[in-house]
């Protein structure tokens, strides 16, 4: 039996986020025809090891080198030295994009590197910074691909990061959609209790600036109707939430319960699924929303406009802010049968286009074809 090939993991963050949980969903696929060792930008920011499955060969690296600090020889050269180790390095991110630039200074004896872009943080999500292009477009140059999750990603990687047609790699994220048909646990989510008169609108995301959370809450304290929000996650953001809803007297209504993972047993509890985020690509949670059948309200970021099925283009805000979001959210919310409509019409196109089978079997087919092994990962 051949040994596993073994696959390192630059990661500029290893919390559970889209990203992370996708990478560890292929860890997962590829079971025992690869090994992993995982490196974290923010060292401590590991939550994601949790959702590797049980017999997976994994190991958080202990002896790499930093991926943060200033850029300079030394450095990628300590990069390169380790990288020189592996069968295959995934890199992920602007917060691991040093390791790409370290094959590119020093490429001898490199192991085939695949970067992974899928989205802006806080501080690129008002607009790309012109010195992070520059870099990106040289340390790019040594990626034997470049894969990322949307097409508004994909044109930035052709138009501004100057990428090559055949080195870019649109896959769009996947999950099992077959969970997501399954009824949800009433108990999955503490400290909220279904209430048959109520409409739930749901959020799944971290509590961070970029996330525009109280500009939700703001949306949602307009709104006509009974209902509860629930946003499920965790970050900074926590506090800045709760006073947000205290002040527009919404505090009873909005359910904080932290971060809960396998979100198939409690996505299902909520009637919609709503988003506010300045910057986003192709999220994983409009794909569970859409599973669940659920009609989902968001501004008009990254792909989520095409992204959904036609009958839930409407409720796609057509510009950025708390009053667009409740015009958007205020029709779901008095009417059950226009949610049940739409929310079947998602589930259906999730399960059509966004399986995780597809995706599943498009990484394997790349990273396989970099290592020029096929048939390698099972």
């Keep these: 039996m051949a040994a596993p090939v073994h696959i390192l993991h630059l990661h500029s963050s290893f919390s559970l986020g889209g990203k992370e949980a996708r990478a560890v969903r292929l ?59 592996f069968d295959l390095v995934l890199t992920y991110n602007w917060g691991a994009i040093d390791g790409v630039m370290a094959a590119r200074v020093f490429g001898k004896g490199m192991p085939p590197v695949i970067h992974h872009e899928d989205g802006f943080n806080e501080d690129e999500a008002g607009g790309l910074k012109r010195e992070r292009n520059l870099y990106r477009r040289m340390a790019l140059g040594a990626a034997k691909a470049l894969v990322v999750p949307s097409q508004v990603l994909e044109r930035i990687a052709l138009e501004t990061w100057k990428q090559p047609r055949e080195r870019v790699h649109r896959i769009e994220n996947g999950i099992a959609t077959a969970l997501y048909a399954k009824k949800p646990d009433p108990k999955a989510i503490p400290g909220f209790v279904p209430n048959a008169r109520e409409v739930v609108i749901g959020a799944l995301a971290g509590l961070r600036p970029v996330k525009d959370l109280t500009a939700l809450v703001r949306a949602c304290g307009g709104l006509s109707g009974r209902f509860r929000l629930v946003i499920v996650g965790e970050g900074p953001d926590r506090d800045a939430i709760r006073q947000t809803a205290a002040a527009m007297g919404i505090a009873d209504r909005v359910v904080l319960p932290g971060f809960l993972d396998r979100p198939y047993r409690y996505v299902g509890l909520f009637d919609i699924l709503a988003l506010s985020s300045r910057s986003e690509q192709f999220p994983i949670s409009v794909v569970e929303g859409m599973a669940a059948g659920l009609p989902i309200v968001a501004p008009p970021v990254g792909d989520i406009g095409v992204m959904v099925a036609p009958e839930n283009a409407p409720f796609i805000a057509p510009y950025h802010g708390e009053v667009r979001l409740r015009d958007a959210m205020q029709p779901l919310v008095l009417d059950a049968d226009l949610r049940a409509q739409v929310g079947a019409a998602n589930r259906a196109k999730a399960v059509a286009y966004y399986d995780e089978g597809v995706m599943i079997a498009r990484y394997k087919a790349l990273y396989e074809c970099a290592m020029r092994r096929p048939g390698v990962l099972g």
């Design 27 to 85: 860890m997962n696929a590829f079971g025992g025809a690869a090994r992993h060792t995982i490196v974290s930008g923010i060292p401590d920011a590991l939550g994601a090891r949790d959702s590797i499955a049980r017999g997976v060969a994994y190991e958080i690296a202990q002896d790499a080198p930093s991926l943060t600090g200033r850029p300079g020889v030394a450095r990628y050269e300590a990069l390169a030295r380790y990288m020189r180790r």
